[in-house]
């Protein structure tokens, strides 16, 4: 979406979207199928610390179960309404609402339909097709910082998407660790909160040439009573693949809420 939709394009989208959710209800029975469809790369060893290059997907997604709260983590997630159990109008996702940043985990494990990576000397971008948003994760040996949002001089602020460093775990997994998330954001779209001292571990394992699978770990005491998985993914390689831009713009979104309104009067 690049530009205002008229009402008539708006509601042709909600069928969309209520249409989309049966398809998707759909496709973990078909994803075997999608999964060897898309094997249109050279196939063969992954390349050792490499994961350049463009990868769609989720080809197949599982969601992790969260475990028991704490009392602050209950009163904040009893305070979130999120779009699949309130509706559009009922929400208050400040993504889905306003657009937002999406911010880290969530844009990890919602509208993945690519990512890609680009390696640098110092660092590995990760890069995001929803809202085209890139992530720098340093791997230069540095620390992750202790002191976000803390009061004294010279802490780092909360990011939307933290800070984070990688380590390569044998030739084929890449091991980023971030903290510093700024507590405005949801770990995922079930609107589970998080604190800013919240510790997210993602694993890319390149087991092959044309395959990454991805799985994201969160550790957060304040909020959570133990550690625990929040998703899985797979993904395929996808040679000289140009991700498209897939954005969430304000003036669409404002005349997407007129349309909803109208609909419930």
């Not at 998707?24 to 490499?50: C, E, I, T």
């Not at 994961?51 to 709260?69: D, F, I, K, N, R």
């Not at 660790?177 to 571990?201: C, F, I, M, N």
Request: include cysteine; aromatic fraction near 10%.
């Amino acid at each position: 979406m690049r530009r205002a939709l008229p009402p008539a394009r708006i509601a042709l989208l909600i069928v969309i979207l209520f249409t989309s959710v049966a398809m998707a209800q759909g496709a973990q029975q078909g994803g075997n199928v999608l999964f060897n469809k898309l094997n249109n790369g050279p196939g063969g060893p992954a390349p050792r610390h490499d994961l350049s290059g463009s990868w769609t997907g989720p080809v197949q997604a599982q969601m992790g179960e969260v475990p028991p709260m704490t009392p602050l983590g209950k009163q904040l997630f009893s305070a979130n309404k999120p779009e699949r159990q309130f509706n559009v109008k009922g929400t208050n996702d400040n993504f889905v609402r306003t657009c937002d940043p999406m911010g880290f985990p969530y844009n990890a494990v919602y509208e993945i339909r690519g990512i890609a990576f680009g390696t640098m000397p110092d660092r590995i971008l990760v890069l995001s097709q929803m809202q085209r948003v890139w992530r720098e994760v340093w791997m230069d040996g540095r620390e992750l910082p202790k002191n976000v949002g803390g009061a004294e001089k010279g802490s780092p602020d909360p990011r939307y998407y933290g800070y984070s460093v990688g380590h390569w775990e044998g030739d084929n997994t890449l091991v980023i660790d971030t903290t510093g998330l700024d507590e405005k954001t949801w770990l995922d779209l079930r609107g589970y909160p998080h604190s800013v001292d919240a510790h997210v571990q993602e694993r890319y394992t390149r087991p092959d040439h044309n395959d990454l699978q991805l799985t994201i770990m969160v550790d957060d005491p304040k909020m959570y009573t133990k550690p625990f998985s929040l998703g899985t993914a797979s993904f395929k390689w996808i040679p000289n693949q140009e991700l498209d831009e897939q954005l969430c713009v304000p003036s669409d979104i404002i005349e997407y809420m007129k349309l909803i309104g109208n609909l419930s009067n």
